[in-house]
T-cell receptor
Framework: NAGVTQTPKFQVLKTGQSMTLQCAQD?????MYWYRQDPGMGLRLIYY???????DKGEVPNGYNVSRLNKREFSLRLESAAPSQTSVYFC????????????FGPGTRLTVT | SQQGEEDPQALSIQEGENATMNCSYK?????LQWYRQNSGRGLVHLIL?????REKHSGRLRVTLDTSKKSSSLLITASRAADTASYFC??????????FGTGTSLTVIP
């Protein structure tokens, strides 16, 4: 039982390049989330998916797109990376509607130069 | 932003002492959770308290919630060096979104 996995662990991009961050969970959770963490800012929600086939914007969605490929996988895409997107990205999943607990992946450290 | 704030931003204590950190938030909530993050790692859930609860315990952790003041506190008793980490509160509302605070960095000196 791996929990929540993320790939890659580290990535360096040049401004304007694109990339997709992958996330998968094996806990049969309905909800999945993408956060970014910047120094002194805590975690901010980018997008979330309450169930397979649905996605919604969070607090800071600009510059990102997401895909809930199936119940297990939730990917985050940067179409044209900008230095302001340098951050650590965390994926999380959550079980039932009454469950508040989120399970986090290990994170992807992204640098955009 | 609906983000909460933890206080203090940083806390340094001796092993065996108690550590208290506070969280203030802005909107009505269904629940409030506390998470721990070790350096370079993902967050780990510690404890959840619902809006109709005032206090909750889990091992060495004690959480209180005052919805009238929109604040919560996390007490770690008899701290250990392994408790060194950042601690975040997160508020859950009626939807699926959660809002995290800015974190308290705790250092426990052996």
């Amino acid at each position: 039982n791996a929990g929540v996995t993320q790939t890659p662990k580290f990535q360096v991009l040049k401004t304007g390049q694109s990339m997709t961050l992958q996330c998968a969970q094996d806990m049969n959770h309905n909800s999945m989330y993408w956060y970014r963490q910047d120094p002194g800012m805590g975690l901010r929600l980018i997008y979330y998916s309450a169930s397979e086939g649905t996605t919604d914007k969070g607090e800071v969605p600009n510059g990102y797109n997401v895909s809930r490929l199936n119940k297990r996988e939730f990917s985050l895409r940067l179409e044209s990376a900008a230095p302001s997107q340098t951050s650590v990205y965390f994926c999380a999943s959550r079980g039932g509607h009454l469950s508040g607990e989120q399970y986090f992946g290990p994170g992807t450290r992204l640098t955009v130069t | 932003s609906q983000q909460g704030e933890e206080d203090p931003q940083a806390l340094s204590i001796q092993e065996g002492e108690n550590a208290t950190m506070n969280c203030s938030y802005k909107t009505s909530i269904n629940n409030l959770q506390w998470y721990r993050q070790n350096s370079g790692r993902g967050l780990v859930h510690l404890i959840l308290i619902r809006s109709n609860e005032r206090e909750k315990h889990s091992g060495r952790l004690r959480v209180t919630l005052d919805t009238s003041k929109k604040s919560s506190s996390l007490l770690i008793t008899a701290s250990r060096a392994a408790d060194t980490a950042s601690y975040f509160c997160a508020t859950g509302t009626t939807g699926n979104q959660f809002y995290f605070g800015t974190g308290t960095s705790l250092t426990v000196i052996p």
